[in-house]
């Protein structure tokens, strides 16, 4: 094999495993962490419930959706039978977000106080532990998603602070997380190289860094088989 090629194929193969070194490791480890972590324990599954069984009939939703719909300052895309607490709901999907009414009286359901959060949230909470904190919060966290609007965080005192994510506008719950979701959040993190939103699998980091690991190992094979030759002409 050309002196010339092997040359190049060894420094490409140092400066590669040496840039590479520290990510792998964080491949390998992250991708036995997110393997060995069952996907229904990381969503929350045992954790809470993100939906109830609603306790009404239909015939108990007496108000007329015809004037809530043309009432609505938006266009409504899809209307839910739901419940909150001891009263069926009509949940709208609008335009302009999410909207609650009461589907007895028609009242627009808004500003639910910290006792109201408190009681849904218990509602859906499978664990052993009690409300640790009752939080409205003017953004959203990361954890929670994209959308920087206010959310009511509901704290629970378990073992992996389990923590209920419920909607100011809905008093719905929107997301269950506790840590086990964080550590599997933050190795998913290291995996696919995002340190912001943690969701672009196509960011450039990470292109540089897989075609850096292609390299390595190309490199790699080369040695490998030109060590192979050497051993032949030697024996």
């Excluded at 964080?26 to 809470?48: C, N, Q, R």
Aim: aromatic share 12%; no cysteine.
């Amino acid at each position: 094999m050309n002196r010339k090629v092997l040359r190049v194929a060894r420094f490409i193969h140092k400066w590669a495993g040496l840039l590479l070194a520290i990510q792998l490791l964080f491949w390998i480890l992250g991708g036995l962490v997110m393997s060995a972590i069952p996907l229904e324990k990381v969503h929350g599954k045992h954790l809470a419930a993100l939906h109830l069984a609603n306790p009404f009939k239909l015939h108990e939703y007496t108000y007329s959706l015809d004037a809530l719909v043309k009432n609505t300052p938006a266009l409504v895309h899809a209307i839910h039978y739901r419940s909150i607490l001891a009263r069926p709901v009509y949940l709208f999907d609008t335009s302009e977000g999410q909207r609650a009414y009461d589907a007895q009286t028609g009242e627009y359901l808004t500003h639910f106080d910290n006792d109201t959060i408190g009681h849904i949230a218990q509602q859906h909470y499978l664990g052993s532990g009690v409300i640790k904190t009752v939080t409205l919060l003017e953004q959203s966290p990361q954890e929670v998603g994209k959308a920087n609007e206010p959310i009511w965080s509901v704290e629970f005192t378990d073992a992996w602070t389990t923590t209920l994510y419920v909607s100011p506008s809905t008093a719905q719950v929107v997301k269950v997380r506790s840590d086990i979701w964080r550590v599997f959040d933050f190795f998913w993190m290291l995996h696919i190289m995002d340190y912001d939103e943690r969701e672009n699998i196509n960011n450039p980091l990470l292109i540089g860094f897989s075609a850096s690991a292609l390299l390595f190992t190309i490199t790699g094979i080369v040695l490998l088989f030109h060590s192979f030759r050497l051993r032949r002409r030697v024996k």
